[in-house]
């Protein structure tokens, strides 16, 4: 129905964003709403549910995470709802590796995932996941994580400052920034 919107984020609560566009207000559910800052412009991949009583947006600041979130509700009995809390939580390329290597216990740590989910999770997408833009990048923020982790920042601490990080830089520098910017 939509591939974006491209507005001003007017509101953030724990679980979405508000995005105007055009005069008119999108509650977008989105993985990490902190990551995102009041008055600025975004473009926001979404997703539109329907269903007999309810329409649901569901957003994603990058291309890559919006595929696959989309392979993911393509998988028996993982809808939206389920998929949004393993992008939130999860790095695109360690997702993508958990289901290659059928790593179940990677992919049980999300939130509502037990075995069984985990195993249709493999089955269905196993070797047919093909996102490549920021895989590279984002097994950088993934260690980036694991050292954040390792010092004892909380996961939700983490992931409010990972999009801020500059992954470009080395390891060191991106850890130097990312407690600069938990300690503001």
């Keep these: 129905m ?3 919107f491209k507005g001003i984020v007017t509101e953030i609560d724990s679980g ?6 055009g005069g008119v207000g999108y509650k977008i559910n989105v993985p990490n709403p902190f990551s995102y800052n009041m008055g600025e412009e975004y473009k926001v991949y979404v997703y539109t549910k329907i269903s007999e009583d309810d329409m649901a947006l569901f957003g994603f600041k990058i291309k890559e995470e919006y595929e696959l979130f989309l392979k993911l509700i393509s998988v028996k009995g993982l809808g939206p709802k389920l998929a949004l809390p393993i992008i ?3 790095s695109i390329g360690g997702i993508v590796d958990a289901i290659n290597r059928e ?7 999300f ?7 985990a195993r249709q999770i493999i089955l269905d997408l196993k070797n047919k996941i093909n996102i490549e833009g920021e895989i590279a990048e984002n097994n950088n923020t993934e260690e980036l994580m694991n050292v954040l982790e390792s010092l004892g920042y909380k996961l939700s601490e983490i992931k409010k ?4 990080v500059n992954t470009s830089e080395t390891l060191e520098n991106q850890v130097k920034e990312a407690l600069r910017l938990m300690l503001k």
């Design 103 to 109: 790593n179940i216990l990677y992919l049980t740590k």
């Design 111 to 117: 939130p509502k995932i037990g075995e069984k989910l």
């Design 88 to 90: 939130a939580t999860g």
């Design 161 to 164: 400052v990972l999009p801020l």
């Design 16 to 21: 979405n964003i508000t995005v105007e566009c």
């Design 2 to 4: 939509y591939t974006y």
